[in-house]
């Protein structure tokens, strides 16, 4: 049987358009449904234009509430995959789905992450502070923003002509091609 995805992000979602195509073609798993707490996130669009459920939620649904826990556990969901998602994941959430829920951050943590650091904040900084180079990191998500265990890292060298732009699309590209590939990775050795 395929293993089920739950895509959780805020934003655009363009990784999460990368994911949802690699499954569409893969035995392994598929993506069941998008969540945003954005009702106007472009993502909700990206799931629409493939078909995949979604559903936008409230804080209030998100911290107050079992309703997100049981809504996933109904689905039978086996791996929850952040993508760009902004908030704080719940306790609940975390004990529901033990080591079952993954993040991707724009940087090679434990540099530029944490509270606030998201998207091109993590990239500015990377360039004020001229360092030569930056990547990505896959890990586990545990109670704090940008921390748990690291599954995967890549980087990408910096050149001194490099500007906002330049670094937020080598970090991009990099994200689109691994994430998809580690979730399949993660997913094909997981046992139930
Ligand atoms: C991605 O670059 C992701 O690494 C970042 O948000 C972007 C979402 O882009 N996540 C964080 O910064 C988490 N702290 P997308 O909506 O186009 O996939």
Known sequence: ??????????GSGSNAQKIIEHFKR???AEVVLVLSNNPNA??????DNFE?????FSKHELYDTDQIVKL???????????AGFLLLVPQSLLQAFPNKIINIHPSLL????????YGDKVHQSVLDN?????????????EHFDEGEVIHQSRFK???KDNLEVVKFKGQQLEHHHYPRVIEHLLAKMKS
């Open 1 to 10: 049987m395929k293993k089920r995805i739950a895509i959780f992000a805020s």
């Open 26 to 28: 893969s035995n392994v």
């Open 42 to 47: 472009y993502v909700l669009q990206r799931a």
């Open 52 to 56: 995949i459920p979604s559903h936008s």
């Open 72 to 82: 996933l556990k109904n689905l039978q969901v086996d791996l929850i995959v952040l």
């Open 110 to 117: 434990p540099k530029y992450g944490g509270k606030g650091m």
């Open 130 to 142: 001229r360092e030569e180079e930056s990547g990505i990191t896959i890990h586990f998500v545990n």
């Open 158 to 160: 910096i050149d001194h």
